[in-house]
Nanobody, 125 residues
Framework: QVQLVESGGGLVQAGGSLRLSCAAS????????VGWFRQAPGKEREFVAA????????RYADSVKGRFTISSDNAKNTVYLQMNSLKAEDTAVYYC??????????????????WGQGTQVTVSS
């Protein structure tokens, strides 16, 4: 079973950038996908982006298209979320998660089996 550890969160001013990392321990299946989700206080967890472990297909929420980029380094068993042009509404705890199947790239959290502990991102306006 894969364990996930997120890092890279912090406090940044609006318009700034952060890069989150999701390091996976254990072997990642070639048919799997890794997704990023976020949850703000008082709100439901929402999909941010996902990437297929094999082939690199990606999918983004409309709210982050053009600002966030998901990528993977399979040799390092790590997925990244580069976040640019951050807004106050991006403030949330960000989680990465693994879906055993990458087709299609799921946007619903119930499709993901394993989750990291989350990392806080705070954007000051």
């Amino acid at each position: 079973q894969v364990q996930l550890v997120e890092s890279g969160g912090g406090l940044v001013q609006a318009g700034g950038s952060l890069r989150l990392s999701c390091a996976a321990s254990g072997r990642m299946s070639g048919s799997s996908a890794v997704g990023w989700f976020r949850q703000a206080p008082g709100k439901e967890r929402e999909f941010v982006a996902a990437i297929a472990w094999s082939g690199g297909r990606t999918r983004y929420a409309d709210s982050v298209k053009g600002r966030f980029t998901i990528s993977s380094d399979n040799a390092k068993n790590t997925v990244y979320l580069q976040m640019n042009s951050l807004k106050a509404e991006d403030t949330a705890v960000y989680y990465c998660a693994v879906d055993r199947f990458s087709w299609p790239l799921a946007v619903q959290s119930r499709e993901y089996d394993q989750w990291g502990q989350g990392t806080q991102v705070t954007v000051s306006s």
